[in-house]
């Protein structure tokens, strides 16, 4: 892919300009710095062009993954297990929402109000996945929230509870067996989540599943005493 050649989405540049913008002024910036700014960038882009035209940026369509055995749970791969979530699950569940990732994962997009864990996982529209490894160890949890089976829809959560095993490629792994136990099972048409704007990490790894961003809700949710912008990324089945 040449450098004039781009394939990210409108939706995501505005998100992303706009998460920047709000640290910007934070910090203090000035009009001639943004000048600044983005002469850097440029020289930074041009410096590592070689790089760029390596790591184009596609959106692939969402595809039924024939590989992946999902009519129903355990979904099992080389590396991970997706089980049913047993009450044994949780003492470690809670654990896990104690730092920042997992707060996110139990904030109502709705109320935008921290949903307390009884309430989540008693919820009956609420469809929640625990993450093992092989060996049985937890190391996350995956959920189909507002499940609407006459709309064919629902929304996705994902975490990777425990620290020592992110950034390791689980999420995404475990993201997509979800997705495809959605599509096979739960027989989803559409799939949505929601993601902070300023989580660049986290928008990359909902893009390379297949999700696109469909709205920003500007200071939807407010914590650590500050709005945040939300994204809405969705993604629909044939």
């Known amino acids: 892919m040449g450098l004039n050649e781009s394939t990210i989405p409108d939706n995501t540049l505005e998100a992303l300009a706009r998460g920047f913008f709000k640290e910007s002024v934070n910090y203090g910036f000035k009009k001639i710095d943004y000048l600044r700014f983005v002469n850097v960038l ?3 882009a041009m410096s590592n062009s070689k790089t760029l035209e390596e790591n184009g940026h ?10 992946i055995e999902a009519d129903g749970l355990p979904l099992v791969s080389d590396r991970l297990v997706i089980r049913g979530y047993k009450s044994k699950d949780k003492k470690v569940l809670q654990n896990w929402l104690q730092d920042e990732a997992g707060r996110h ?3 109502s997009r709705t109320t935008a109000q921290t949903v307390h864990i009884d309430k989540f996982v008693s919820d009956k529209s609420c469809i929640i996945g625990i993450i093992t490894l092989p060996d ?14 006459r709309q064919f829809r629902a929304e996705l959560r994902k975490l990777i509870g425990d620290p020592s095993k992110r950034e ?5 792994e475990a993201t997509h067996m ?17 993601t902070l704007n300023s989580n660049i990490r986290n928008i990359k790894l909902n893009e390379e599943l297949g999700f696109q961003v469909e709205g920003i809700l500007r200071n939807e949710v ?7 912008d939300v994204l809405r990324m969705g993604m629909f089945i044939d």
Request: net charge neutral.
């Open 105 to 107: 994962f139990l904030l």
């Open 178 to 194: 979800w997705i495809q136990y959605g599509i096979k099972t739960l027989g989803l048409k559409k799939i949505y989540l929601s």
């Open 222 to 228: 407010y914590f650590d005493n500050n709005f945040h």
């Open 42 to 44: 440029l020289d930074m």
């Open 168 to 172: 390791m490629g689980y999420a995404k």
């Open 136 to 149: 049985d160890r937890p190391i996350g949890a995956v959920a189909y929230c507002d499940y609407n089976k």
């Open 58 to 67: 596609f959106i692939d369509p969402v595809q039924i993954d024939d590989k």
